[in-house]
Nanobody
């Protein structure tokens, strides 16, 4: 089974950039569809982006499309999220998640993912 740990969060000014990483243990990383979710204080966890096992298909929430880029390196068992043009409303704890199998209609649902990292805080100052 895969274990996940996020890194790369921090405090940044609006308009700035951050790159999040999610390191996966084990040799099965390439067997998982991967995603990023985020949760702001007092709000429900929301889908940010997802990428298929081989990186062939990528999906974004409308709120981050054009600003965030998801990628993965299966040789290093690592998931990335490049975040540009950050806004104060992007402030949240960001989680990476793994799913053994998802279908397009459900990949934006947190219940579709079996493994989660502990999260990394991203704070965007106005």
């Amino acid at each position: 089974q895969v274990q996940l740990v996020e890194s790369g969060g921090g405090l940044v000014q609006a308009g700035g950039s951050l790159r999040l990483s999610c390191a996966a243990s084990g040799r099965t990383f390439r067997s998982y569809d991967m995603a990023w979710f985020r949760q702001a204080p007092g709000k429900e966890r929301e889908f940010v982006s997802a990428i298929r096992k081989n990186g062939g298909s990528i999906y974004y929430a409308d709120s981050v499309k054009g600003r965030f880029t998801i990628s993965r390196d299966n040789t290093r068992s690592t998931l990335f999220l490049q975040m540009n043009s950050l806004k104060p409303e992007d402030t949240a704890v960001y989680y990476c998640a793994a799913s053994a199998s998802t279908i397009k209609s459900t990949l934006g649902r947190s219940a579709s993912y079996q493994k989660w990292g502990p999260g990394t805080q991203v704070t965007v100052a106005a």
